[in-house]
């Protein structure tokens, strides 16, 4: 198990101007690196190649049961109109986006 308490020492003495973070900060750390991987990995998978796009749009209102977040994706896949992929947050409207996108792709492949 890492030592957190340690490690955060030894930046520190590493590093005397760092400004000291909270070791719950620290903690935190692992988790807050995961779900912004879980938004930027499928991100550049969308915007890749030349000419793609991706527009993010603000998240929806709470009372009307819709999903909370979608993206509108533009690329050689979609034809080059727009695409609409929603979900409950940016990860997983940005992982619809990625499936529909590998989806295309491997239908397009097996036709060549």
């Known amino acids: 198990m890492l030592d957190l308490r340690a490690i955060q020492d030894r930046v520190y003495n590493l590093m005397p101007g760092l400004a000291r973070l909270p070791l719950e900060d620290i903690k935190a750390m692992p988790a807050e690196i995961e779900r912004l991987q879980a938004i ?4 550049e998978e969308l915007r890749n190649e030349e000419g793609s796009r991706v527009e993010i749009m603000c998240d929806n209102a709470d009372f009307n049961d819709l999903p909370n977040s979608h ?36 239908k397009e492949n097996t036709h060549d």
């Open 71 to 106: 993206i509108r994706a533009y690329g050689d896949w979609t034809n080059g109109e727009g695409e609409v992929f929603t979900g409950d947050n940016l990860a997983a409207a940005l992982k619809a986006g990625v499936e529909a996108k590998r989806a295309a792709e491997a």
């Open 40 to 43: 930027v990995e499928p991100l």
